[in-house]
């Protein structure tokens, strides 16, 4: 299978090393930067363009992978007839690709990616979407050489799956950085929390987020979430933050128990 990739970042880039070890053939590599372009394409073995009128016309899947607020500018300026054509986002609708192609869909893997650290491609899921049935079920072929967990979601259900990372990825990822910034102060080393963060994190593999809850708050502990807000005084931000949180974790403990 000959693939061209439109756009070179994160996910750009992970895909392209997950097709490639796959034994499938990245020929060309968009990007309005050339730099950026020629530095993936390098590592891929393919060619880098910047005009879109250079793009290969005979591929077999055309992924667009740019921020999402660029899709649907990319997707109008793109003609590929019967050609199959997907994007990777997690929130833009399948609809951004109408018009594009008569075969276009949803290709959304579900992880955090990063550019200098890889990823065991097979575990991640991979949620595909297509504009007719046999679209998605090419689609999901292609994504079954990837993945052992492929799962077809129409875009309602996959912004819902995006929704729900970002609250489970990004947002926990800032509360990492502002703990760290909160032990800095006291010149304290945020490997110290380490521990704490993976225990965390491997308990919910195994069971319900909530049945797992721990800290003053679940435990109606108000002394110690007084002193705590006492220690945030003269943070504003993090009182207010660390009151929602609190709250929000009171209120879900209140609807589990009935």
Not at 124 to 150: F, H
Not at 160 to 180: M, P, Q, R
Not at 233 to 256: M, T
Request: aromatic residues 6%; contains cysteine; negative net charge.
């Amino acid at each position: 299978m000959k693939i061209v990739l439109l756009g070179s970042g994160n996910v750009a880039t992970h895909l392209g090393r997950a097709f490639k070890m796959a034994g499938q053939t990245v020929s060309q590599v968009w990007s309005r930067n050339l730099l950026h372009a020629a530095e993936l394409a390098d590592t891929l073995a393919a060619e880098p363009v910047t005009d879109l009128f250079d793009l290969e016309p005979d591929a077999d899947l055309y992924i667009i992978s740019v921020k999402d607020e660029g899709i649907a500018d990319l997707a109008s300026r793109l003609k590929l007839n019967d050609k199959l054509v997907v994007h990777t986002s997690g929130t833009t609708g399948i609809s951004a690709l109408e018009g594009v192609s008569s075969k276009f869909g949803v290709f959304y893997p579900l992880q955090t990616f990063s550019k200098v650290k890889s990823v065991e491609f097979r575990q991640i899921p991979i949620a595909v979407e297509g504009n007719t049935p046999e679209v998605c079920a090419l689609i999901r072929s292609i994504a079954d050489r990837l993945s052992e967990n492929v799962i077809e979601l129409d875009s309602e259900q996959r912004r819902t799956l995006h929704i729900s990372a970002v609250f489970a990825c990004n947002f926990t990822n800032h509360l990492f950085a502002l703990a760290k910034e909160l032990l800095e102060e006291q010149k304290l080393d945020f490997d110290l929390l380490r521990p704490l963060i993976a225990e965390t994190a491997e308990k919910i593999q195994m069971n319900d987020p909530a049945s797992v809850q721990t800290g003053p708050a679940v435990r109606g502990d108000v002394s110690t979430m007084s002193a705590h807000l006492e220690l945030l005084r003269n943070k504003p931000e993090l009182k207010l933050i660390y009151e929602k949180l609190s709250q929000s974790i009171v209120n879900l403990h209140q609807r589990s128990v009935g």
